[in-house]
């Protein structure tokens, strides 16, 4: 996690050589990092994702899905959810308002948004993210505050959907 916020502020210092330093830190920057476990405890970054800044959070639970005792249903039902959670963006993202930005994370799992406007958004990540094969949804609340930098770590505890892989 230091490595990243280390990466993160080497970013941030790059482009405020072009736009200043007073500029940059006093801009509304959303800074951030994404990884999970593997199945043998290995951190894997979020490489090379896409990442969204939307103004509205979408429904999405899968505890329909905890209590079924067949793991392929249970699999079949997790899946499903992820599929759910991306539609209802694909019907959103066309709508006025909604998506304000869109970003990629680095090779280490690293992201930012930089001149987001003032306000209270969601940061998200959908199907079709994959880490180390396992899908992959967040749907994380991120304030922007006129001057400072709004921070967000994306990893198991704040998924939106339990990972999921198959074998």
């Given at each position: 996690?230091?490595?990243?916020?280390?990466?993160?502020?080497?970013?941030?210092?790059?482009?405020?050589?072009?736009?200043?330093?007073?500029?940059?830190?006093?801009?509304?920057?959303?800074?951030?990092?994404?990884?999970?476990?593997?199945?043998?405890?290995?951190?894997?970054?979020?490489?090379?994702?896409?990442?969204f800044l939307v103004s509205?959070?979408?429904?999405?639970?899968?505890?329909?899905?905890?209590?079924?005792?067949?793991h392929q249903r249970k699999?079949?039902?997790?899946?499903?959810?992820?599929?759910d959670f991306y539609k209802?963006?694909?019907?959103?993202?066309?709508?006025?308002?909604?998506?304000?930005?869109?970003?990629?994370?680095?090779?280490?799992?690293?992201?930012?948004?930089?001149?987001?406007?003032?306000?209270?958004?969601?940061?998200?990540?959908?199907?079709?993210?994959?880490?180390?094969?396992?899908?992959?949804?967040?749907?994380?609340?991120?304030?922007?505050?006129?001057?400072?930098?709004?921070?967000?770590?994306?990893?198991?505890?704040?998924?939106?959907?339990?990972?999921?892989?198959?074998?």
């Amino acid at each position: 996690m230091l490595k990243n916020m280390i990466t993160i502020f080497i970013v941030m210092l790059s482009v405020a050589g072009s736009a200043g330093i007073g500029q940059a830190i006093a801009g509304n920057w959303i800074v951030g990092s994404m990884s999970i476990r593997n199945d043998a405890g290995h951190k894997e970054y979020g490489e090379y994702l896409s990442v969204f800044l939307v103004s509205q959070k979408n429904p999405v639970s899968a505890n329909h899905c905890t209590g079924e005792t067949n793991h392929q249903r249970k699999l079949d039902c997790i899946n499903n959810c992820h599929l759910d959670f991306y539609k209802q963006f694909q019907q959103k993202q066309q709508q006025a308002g909604y998506l304000i930005a869109q970003t990629a994370t680095s090779a280490t799992g690293n992201f930012a948004f930089l001149n987001a406007p003032p306000g209270t958004y969601y940061v998200l990540v959908k199907f079709p993210a994959l880490i180390d094969g396992y899908k992959v949804a967040w749907q994380e609340p991120v304030t922007v505050t006129p001057g400072r930098i709004g921070v967000v770590s994306l990893d198991e505890e704040n998924l939106v959907l339990p990972k999921n892989r198959r074998r």
